[in-house]
């Protein structure tokens, strides 16, 4: 009986470990853009903008926001938030689903590195669906294939 309580708690702390460490690569993906900055930032903002059902509610520029603020200069860092406002029509209008609105509206990180590479990230947003289940799952699933062939099309090489 001892000896079955034991495995059973190794089992659950080598389990919580296993995902403490995975939980990062599964919730964020990182695309490599093969233009700059500026060009990948208006990629994405044309890609978006051809959904004809995305839209995009709010750039941010975090360079800018930090190095104003004193902190010195890193390389460029911003996102850009964007809404699908008949998806999140299809989540809000049930009252419990409103629980939700702390992660909207989605966004898409652009970051350079010291290199220059440009990078794309996004949050795993049909994970990130399935851990609320019911109409967030199904809605957040649909919008990450959504999300996805944005920066697809928006990082491809032209």
């Not at 690569?25 to 059902?53: C, P, Q, R, V, W």
């Not at 750039?59 to 406002?85: L, R, T, W, Y």
């Amino acid at each position: 009986m001892e000896t079955s309580i034991l495995f059973i708690i190794t089992g659950m702390v080598l389990m919580g470990v296993g995902i403490w460490f995975l939980m990062p690569k599964l919730m964020l993906t990182i695309y490599k853009s093969e233009s700059d900055f500026e060009k990948t930032m208006d990629k994405l903002k044309d890609a978006i903008d051809a959904t004809g059902e995305w839209k995009v509610t709010k750039e941010f520029d975090f360079q800018k926001n930090i190095q104003d603020a004193g902190h010195g200069k890193i390389e460029k860092v911003g996102s850009i938030a964007i809404c699908n406002p008949g998806y999140a029509a299809l989540i809000l209008k049930e009252e419990p689903n409103r629980k939700v609105t702390s992660i909207m509206p989605l966004t898409i990180g652009i970051y350079e590195n010291k290199r220059k590479q440009v990078y794309v990230s996004e949050l795993n947003i049909k994970l990130m669906g399935m851990m609320f289940g019911g109409t967030i799952a199904k809605v957040m699933n649909i919008a990450g294939k959504d999300v996805k062939n944005i920066i697809a099309s928006a990082i491809k090489k032209q």
